[in-house]
């Protein structure tokens, strides 16, 4: 059974590290289920003392990536609790922002943990942002010379990276209670 994602041969996805300093961006192209890197970068917020400005630099930046790109959906990296509630506030601030550029444009939006990103490209939850950026670097086949030495990029292509990998996860039909009840509906797929 195919799922409407798998179907598709083409699609764009945004990939989003927010940030109140810098924001990280990437850009991944799947065609026919093989992802390539499209785009990646940051923009740099440390130059705007007003955090509103910030955050209107954070809208007009993803409004502009969309309308140059037009991605089909975006990945974001979804909150993580920490201990100043100030930076989580900013940073919150942040999310909704690049939120609200995709709503704009009617881009399905989809959120993940930093953990779930950094285990689906690297098998480690707790993986440092330069073995990601490493493992993202060979799975994309990106040169040396394309890599930025800000890791926020690779955060926010990693993001990207870890949508495409979760999309194409096989869906589980949950209509079943347990793997007896599967074996029972599903009699002539099981060899007895």
């Given at each position: 059974?195919?799922?409407?994602?798998?179907?598709?041969?083409?699609?764009?996805?945004?990939?989003?590290?927010?940030?109140?300093?810098?924001?990280?961006?990437?850009?991944?192209?799947?065609?026919?289920?093989?992802?390539?890197?499209?785009?990646?970068?940051?923009?740099?917020?440390?130059?705007?003392?007003?955090?509103?400005?910030?955050?209107?630099?954070?809208?007009?930046?993803i409004t502009g990536l969309i309308d140059e790109f037009l991605p089909d959906e975006v990945a974001i990296e979804a909150p993580f609790y920490g201990k100043n509630v100030q930076s989580?506030?900013?940073?919150?601030?942040?999310?909704?922002?690049?939120?609200?550029?995709?709503?704009?444009?009617?881009?399905?939006?989809?959120?993940?943990?930093?953990?779930?990103?950094?285990?689906?490209?690297?098998?480690?939850?707790?993986?440092?942002?330069?073995?990601?950026?490493?493992?993202?670097?060979?799975?994309?086949?990106?040169?040396q010379e394309s890599m930025l030495p800000q890791l926020d990029a690779t955060d926010g292509l990693a993001a990207a990276f870890c949508h495409f990998l979760q999309s194409n996860r096989?869906?589980?039909?949950?209509?079943?209670?347990?793997?007896?009840?599967?074996?029972?509906?599903?009699?002539?797929?099981?060899?007895?």
């Amino acid at each position: 059974m195919h799922t409407i994602l798998n179907m598709i041969k083409e699609k764009i996805i945004l990939g989003i590290d927010p940030g109140t300093s810098v924001m990280g961006y990437g850009l991944i192209k799947v065609i026919n289920n093989k992802p390539a890197l499209l785009a990646m970068g940051v923009l740099e917020l440390n130059k705007y003392e007003d955090h509103y400005l910030r955050l209107r630099r954070i809208f007009d930046r993803i409004t502009g990536l969309i309308d140059e790109f037009l991605p089909d959906e975006v990945a974001i990296e979804a909150p993580f609790y920490g201990k100043n509630v100030q930076s989580m506030l900013k940073l919150g601030r942040a999310q909704g922002v690049a939120m609200a550029a995709a709503l704009t444009r009617d881009i399905p939006i989809f959120e993940y943990a930093p953990l779930k990103i950094k285990m689906s490209i690297t098998g480690n939850g707790r993986a440092a942002k330069e073995q990601v950026a490493d493992m993202l670097q060979r799975f994309l086949k990106i040169p040396q010379e394309s890599m930025l030495p800000q890791l926020d990029a690779t955060d926010g292509l990693a993001a990207a990276f870890c949508h495409f990998l979760q999309s194409n996860r096989p869906q589980i039909d949950s209509s079943y209670t347990s793997w007896k009840d599967y074996i029972n509906k599903n009699e002539k797929k099981v060899r007895r």
